[in-house]
């Protein structure tokens, strides 16, 4: 059975129109180590939101892990892993962070409840709520 997980990135850096562009992203660059454990926890076939952050700051669509870690090249591959990620299809209809902050079937998200986690894993009564939320 999958597991369901969060994944924050910074539009202006890598947005869901890169990863659509690229067919299937690295997700790298990651240097904390409760969201570097939860890479190192995801399996393929694995489904993530792929959320905006900073700009947007909203759910927008779904990913599929393709490949899961290895060692982080671009910084320090003893420490650091990254995964490889699949766009899955984007959402109707984006959820934002306001909307999920309002919605008390939500109050314990993780990032919601650590603001700054940027890998986070997420239940499957959040995955389906967020997924309602989005127009289904």
Do not use: C
Not at 77 to 102: H, I, N
């Amino acid at each position: 059975m999958p597991q369901y997980w969060l994944m924050k990135s910074e539009p202006d850096e890598y947005g869901w129109d890169d990863l659509i562009a690229e067919g299937e992203g690295v997700w790298d660059g990651v240097k904390n180590a409760q969201a570097s454990n939860n890479m190192k926890a995801m399996k393929k076939g694995d489904q993530v939101f792929f959320y905006h952050s900073r700009q947007g700051l909203e759910v927008v669509g779904i990913m599929e892990v393709s490949e899961e870690h290895s060692p982080d090249v671009t910084t320090d591959p003893e420490r650091w892993v990254v995964v490889k990620v699949k766009p899955v299809r984007k959402l109707d209809k984006p959820v934002s962070l306001k909307a999920m902050k309002q919605n008390s079937k939500l109050e314990d998200l993780a990032i919601i409840k650590q603001s700054r986690l940027s890998v986070a894993p997420v239940t499957q009564s959040e995955w389906e709520e967020i997924l309602a939320m989005a127009g289904g």
